[in-house]
């Protein structure tokens, strides 16, 4: 096995314009395909979060006094999946506005009275579907002292009704990267190939066999998949890590998920399927080849 390892690495080394070329496409193939995995599996994550749970903002009507604190808590906490239920005051309310904006703004300075409603911060859990999300709050709204109810419905609703058109693109913008990618991995292979022909033609004269021939090609396209994959990653992570410093905590504060980098099996199988994608590109070549 460390003669054809050497074998491969000679060759890696004597067409290294070619390989380079092969391992950033294939590099930039696993980046779009991850780049689009990351979208999918934080979305999902965010559904699976609403899911499993959610939160809902219950607004109050001017009429509501302190004293109906307790007797709306109660009412809630009676409803079907709440978990917990948080009495957010208007001036605390305000005041968590003025941090959230610095302060300072003149805005607060020009505002006569607080024009923030009281609310209650109602936690859900055991929730199966989106539609639970819906109906709980419905039932919320029966409550008189209610003037709205607000559970991200219409803003995760468009987001929702988008998501199927941004799969189909992603499957599609990945598939044609793929296809180039495995292009040029073919074509790199056969260039190596021609560039050995006169020493191959020897070996099958002396009396090589095929599977002799062709493993070093094998572990060479194997290499290329891995390295490129692992690159792909690997600049997916610094643009993660560069972008979602400030943008997650915002995120996340407005949807209540965690925006999180891809998961360890899916790590796992991107780089399979790069050094898949590698090996294939020599199986094709090979197979014209050394008919």
């Not at 709306?72 to 001036?91: G, H």
């Not at 190939?193 to 191959?200: A, G, L, T």
Request: hydrophobic share 50%; net charge neutral; glycine share 6%.
């Amino acid at each position: 096995m460390n003669r054809y390892v050497r074998r491969a690495l000679v060759d890696i080394k004597l067409n290294k314009f070619l390989n380079l070329l092969t391992i950033i496409t294939i590099a930039l193939s696993i980046l779009v395909v991850s780049t689009f995995m990351l979208f999918f599996q934080n979305i999902s994550n965010m559904v699976e979060t609403w899911n499993h749970g959610g939160r809902v903002m219950v607004y109050l009507d001017n009429s509501f006094t302190m004293e109906m604190v307790p007797e709306i808590n109660a009412k809630l906490k009676s409803l079907n999946n709440t978990k917990q239920v948080f009495f957010i005051s208007k001036d605390v309310a305000l005041n968590n506005l003025k941090k959230d904006m610095n302060s300072g703004s003149i805005f607060f300075e020009t505002l006569s009275e607080n024009p923030l409603p009281d609310a209650f911060d109602v936690r859900m859990d055991g929730v199966s579907s989106f539609d639970e999300v819906t109906l709980f709050a419905e039932e919320i709204k029966k409550i008189p002292i209610v003037s709205e109810v607000e559970y991200g419905k219409t803003w995760l609703e468009k987001f929702l009704s988008i998501y199927g058109l941004f799969k189909v693109a992603g499957w599609a913008i990945s598939s044609l990267f793929f296809l180039i990618a495995l292009f040029i991995t073919a074509n790199t292979v056969r260039l190596a190939f021609f560039s050995r022909k006169e020493e191959i033609n020897i070996m099958h004269l002396v009396g090589a066999t095929d599977s002799f021939i062709s493993t070093p090609f094998y572990l060479e396209g194997v290499f290329q998949g891995a390295i490129g994959g692992i690159i792909g990653l690997i600049v997916l992570l610094i643009s993660y890590i560069s972008l979602s410093s400030g943008a997650s905590d915002a995120v996340a504060s407005y949807i209540f998920v965690d925006i999180q980098f891809l998961s360890f099996k899916y790590i796992l199988i991107i780089i399979a399927g790069s050094t898949f994608l590698g090996w294939f590109g020599c199986y094709i070549s090979l197979k014209q080849l050394l008919k």
